[in-house]
């Protein structure tokens, strides 16, 4: 099983809603990730996490908050967007340290309006 | 810093064959990927390079490295319309040890006309 499965594919959301974006795997990747692709953009890394501990905050705002609940599990929290937040968020996972391959989920298109 | 370029667009005839060309500039990078991505979709990883290859094939695939002149590419032989995507090198971002961050980048959109 090679899959990072994400969930919702797609979400639209207003100003002042509050929600959250799933993500899991079942490899035993110790390392997950969050990457933001907006349209015809590369994926920019927001987050890192290692051992289900927070390594690397890629000066994301505050209205992104991660969590790693345990180590198949990774969410990001969503409050107070911004339109120019809309993208498609990719979850990423893999082993810890340097040069591993890294498996991306589907992404959540996500929609600020 | 690290910057990762590509062309931005390639267009050939199905069953020709297909070169992507990538440049990057962190020397330190040991490991360089490259991913396809087809329209409303996540990244699919193809194929990857260590630094001390300078040649990797791969069923239609071939990754081609020079590293003095930090310059990647990947060849499709015998390209087929299902390969229209857009194709990311990337590098992984000599960090903390933390994980395989990596830098993109900005895509080539392949258009495969039959």
């Known amino acids: 099983d090679t899959e990072v499965t994400q969930t919702p594919k797609h979400l639209v959301m207003g100003m002042t809603n509050k929600k959250s974006l799933k993500c899991e795997q079942h490899?035993?990747?110790?390392?997950m990730y969050w990457y933001k692709q907006k349209a015809k953009k590369p994926p920019e890394l927001m987050f890192v996490y290692s051992y289900e501990k927070l390594s690397i905050n890629e000066s994301v705002p505050s209205r992104f908050s991660p969590e790693c609940p345990n180590s198949s599990l990774l969410n990001l929290h969503l409050h107070a967007l911004q339109p120019e937040d809309s993208a498609l968020y990719l979850c990423?996972?893999?082993?810890?340290?340097?040069?591993?391959?890294?498996?991306f989920g589907q992404g959540t298109r996500l929609t600020v309006v | 810093g690290e910057d990762v370029e590509q062309s931005l667009f390639l267009s050939v005839r199905e069953g020709d064959s297909s070169v992507i060309n990538c440049t990057y500039t962190?020397?330190?990078?040991?490991?360089l990927y490259w991913y396809k991505q087809e329209p409303g979709a996540g990244l699919q990883l193809l194929t990857y390079?260590?630094?001390?290859?300078d040649m990797k094939q791969d069923q239609r695939l071939t990754v081609l490295l020079n590293k003095k002149d930090k310059h990647l590419s990947l060849r499709i032989a015998d390209t087929q319309t299902g390969d229209s995507a857009i194709y990311f090198c990337?590098?992984?971002?000599?960090?903390?040890?933390?994980?395989?961050?990596?830098?993109f980048g900005g895509g080539t959109r392949l258009m495969v006309k039959p």
């Open positions: 990337a590098e992984s971002i000599n960090g903390n040890n933390a994980g395989n961050m990596l830098t």
């Open positions: 390079i260590f630094s001390n290859m």
């Open positions: 962190d020397s330190s990078s040991t490991y």
């Open positions: 990423a996972s893999s082993t810890r340290g340097l040069n591993t391959e890294a498996f």
């Open positions: 490899m035993g990747h110790r390392a």
